[in-house]
């Protein structure tokens, strides 16, 4: 579960929230007045008001607004894409591609509002375990430095992978049209987190149960699935635990 580290009130709010079990697209109007949460804890966010455009946290004070997830299809696909602004770089939608054997699409979520367009974004993915064939979950996480997503699916209590990150050889590899990116292990409990850099952005793997890790013993190829005329025929599975206030 994408589970707020302090106090159970505003994921509580969430509850009966699910823009997907009406079957109906859940494009960007039905995520216009949906209750936005931090992308550091999952609390509800306080709106912006007419003094001031951003959005506040109690606790982390101003943060992009962690939309309810989307549902694991094309309708969902297209509802993240919508909220990206044509004038800002955005983040890439990262899909690992081809999918791990047994992998399927299990959503998408992203942090940001029609003023900032989209500042993180989160794909999940479930599947396998490589090890021991259970039930695996992941998360492909892309952001600008500081919103926080990736290191709160992570477990951390930092906004990005804190201190000691890269301190390590590398230990995995994503690829990307024709080049390399290492990526780093971040200690973490009970899950499999890789993070690391592409053109300025954070990319962040978390996998869940950690044995999970295992699939990245070879080197994980990316897609953005922003960028036009790729066709992929994506499988989709059921919305994940893992993405927030679904
Ligand atoms: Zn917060």
Redesign the pocket.
Known sequence: MFR?RTGKTAHTSHQGNTLCHSGVSVGQDSHRHAPAA??????T?HEPTAWSSAWR????GE?HPLLPAFSPSRDGLDGLLRIYRPDTAGVPVWLPWPLPAGWLVAGFAGAGDERTGVRACAVALAGPNPLGGGPADMVVVAEEPGV?LGAALAGLDSVDPGAGFASAPAIATACFGKHDFPLWHVESPDRAVFAGEVKGRWLWLVLWPDTAGALLVEPIALRDLRDPGQDLDLPFGAVSPRLPAR
């Open positions: 707020p931090c992308p550091r804890c999952g609390r966010l946290c109690d606790w982390h943060v926080g």
